[in-house]
Structures are given as C-alpha cells and as structure tokens.
C-alpha cells in the first residue's frame, strides 16, 4: 500500500489549494480515504472522508463550505479542494485509507491503517 500526498505550498489568506493523494494496493469498495491535518504544536484531526465506492462524504463541521473532499476513481487519486484559506488552515495534510468505516469512525484517526507522508500547507501573508 502506498498514499503519496501532494500539492501543498506556501499561499496567501484567501487563496484556494488543491491537494491530491495518489493510492495504490488500497482501492477497494470497502476503503475510506481521509484527510487528516496536524497543526504546529497540535494534535492531528480530521478534515473530510470519503468511500471509494458511492463516493458518501464526510467533513469536520469547521471545514464544511470551504473545503471539498473528492476522487478520481480511474486515476486512484483522492483530492482536498480547499478554498478561501486562513492563516489557522496552516498544517500538515496527510491522507490515510481505512477498512470498512462508517461515519461514525471516520472521524477517528486510529481507524485508518495506511498513512501518507504529508503534505505541507502554509497560509500567510
């Protein structure tokens, strides 16, 4: 199994961002991917969810309207489209995949077996 995130960078409040989570050996109807993100001296969160197959959704209630979760099942790629950034969106982004989850669990970070590298976003200006 192998998650490589990209696409972060440097940008300024209120620009958008795009980020992409390439998967392989993890793509199977049963699979969630997610984007959790980990902010300097914090704790990792949750960001969004979604399944492989039907494509059912999920967001931290502070990242609805301003970022969307999607996937691309033929290029087994997962992205963040993430809009009107803050200087508080500055983090880590690491994409994960999980077995069988719910909403209920995929909030949950120790849920998800497989990991990416992260990738890092930076709002300033």
């Known amino acids: 199994v192998q998650l490589q995130a990209s696409g972060g960078g440097l940008v300024q409040p209120g620009d958008s961002l795009r980020l992409s989570c390439a998967a392989s050996?993890?793509?199977?109807?049963?699979?969630?991917m997610g984007w959790f993100r980990q902010a300097p001296g914090k704790e990792r969160d949750f960001v969004a969810g979604i399944r492989w197959s039907g494509g059912s959704a999920w967001y931290a209630d502070s990242m609805k309207g301003r970022f969307t979760i999607s996937r691309d099942n033929a290029k087994k790629t997962v992205y963040l489209q993430m809009n009107s950034l803050k200087p508080e969106d500055t983090a880590v982004y690491y994409c994960a995949a999980g077995i069988g989850l719910i909403r209920s669990t995929a909030t949950d970070q120790s849920r998800y077996s497989y990991w990416g590298q992260g990738t890092l976003v930076t709002v300033s200006s």
């Open positions: 050996g993890v793509t199977g109807s049963s699979v969630t």
